[in-house]
């Protein structure tokens, strides 16, 4: 007889890195339901979207599809009140709240970690000092309760699973706990290759304080060097109003001209402090290298002097002297051994990686073999 399922994810309001862990984690689950707090059907996959999907009462608040972060505070008596009575496996998706759940006691209860929630640990200070004031005034305390609540709760979990060496760390320091590392799924299938490259770097993601597009566009507006930025965020006026004419921006790209710009590129451009990070991985599928600050999730997807590079530092002149190094490196540089880097981390891979952590930790739970 087959186990009886649960997938419990934050939010379903858009199809992110998180949702796309989801959606292979239930395909590999088909017959599995899912909960959330709230979710917006149009919004995300149509495989998530036929699926049956429970929602905790923070759904049933005013507008809570738009502002579901805004019953952060509300989440953790959420995630207890729903009934997970009858399920055998309950499987949590944890960036925002969800691994909080109650879970039956004979159950398995395993966590995909892609970060403990970061605007409680690493970067709350970031997060405070960013914050209007009405937000000042009540993050020490809202905080301080949840943070305690976060490490409370995931003595609850039998078993966590982390997307990067970098997250491991993180839930080590957090919650105190050890986990398996499974590297999240890449579409890598989708890249390839171009027969010609041309002369211009790549910058690609969310224009956002975190990710550090300013260091690319001041690197290479300092360099007069031709970088292409694709990406939309609150930060677009600002980097534009600051670029040389080396710089282009798009704000989206259909995904075939995504496809070329990454085949095409020189190298690509990464800058931010990821946990694990996606478009390091896409651009090595498309055979080409990627200069990357070397900390976070980078450093397991990106292999150091073989098919990318690092620069030590978040700042321009470290980026600057990173892509004066690479104009002597880029002969070296192997398009395969790129490539077959970035098959490590294909959806078949986080299938294997992913069934062999239940299994062990459903063993280490007592339980028998799996079903």
């Not at 239930?26 to 917006?40: E, G, M, S």
């Amino acid at each position: 007889m087959k186990p009886r399922v649960a997938l419990i994810h934050y939010w379903l309001v858009g199809m992110r890195g998180g949702e796309r862990v989801l959606e292979r984690i239930a395909r590999l689950y088909p017959d599995a339901d899912i909960f959330t707090h709230v979710v917006n059907r149009d919004r995300i996959s149509a495989e998530l979207a036929r699926r049956e999907i429970k929602t905790s009462f923070i759904s049933r608040l005013p507008n809570a599809v738009r502002l579901y972060q805004s019953y952060l505070p509300l989440m953790p008596m959420a995630l207890e009140h729903l009934d997970l009575r009858g399920y055998d496996l309950v499987i949590s998706s944890e960036s925002g709240p969800a691994k909080g759940v109650i879970a039956p006691p004979d159950a398995l209860h395993l966590c995909y970690c892609h970060t403990p929630m970061r605007y409680l640990w690493d970067h709350y200070h970031a997060y405070y000092e960013g914050a209007g004031r009405l937000s000042r005034a009540v993050m020490p305390a809202m905080c301080h309760y949840l943070r305690n609540w976060d490490a409370t709760s995931a003595r609850r979990v039998d078993a966590f699973a982390a997307n990067s060496r970098f997250i491991q760390d993180r839930i080590r320091r957090a919650w105190g706990m050890p986990s398996d590392l499974v590297h999240p799924p890449v579409p890598i299938d989708q890249y390839s290759p171009a027969s010609e490259v041309g002369g211009r770097f790549l910058w690609v993601g969310q224009l956002i304080t975190y990710k550090r597009p300013d260091l690319a566009v001041d690197a290479f507006t300092r360099l007069g060097l031709p970088l292409l930025v694709v990406g939309d965020g609150p930060l677009a006026p600002s980097l534009k109003a600051r670029a040389g004419p080396s710089i282009e921006f798009a704000s989206k790209l259909p995904f075939d001209q995504l496809r070329r710009a990454y085949a095409e590129s020189r190298a690509l451009v990464f800058t931010a402090e990821e946990d694990f990070g996606i478009v390091p991985v896409e651009a090595n599928a498309s055979g080409r290298p990627v200069i990357a600050y070397g900390r976070g999730g980078v450093r397991d997807s990106i292999v150091d002097g073989i098919t990318g590079m690092y620069f030590p530092e978040q700042s321009v002149d470290a980026l600057i002297q990173a892509v004066e190094r690479f104009d002597t490196w880029e002969r070296e540089f192997d398009p395969a051994a790129a490539v077959a880097n970035a098959r490590r981390f294909s959806p078949e891979a986080f299938d294997s990686a992913f069934l062999a952590s239940v299994e062990r930790a459903w063993s280490g739970k007592h339980l028998g073999a799996l079903p």
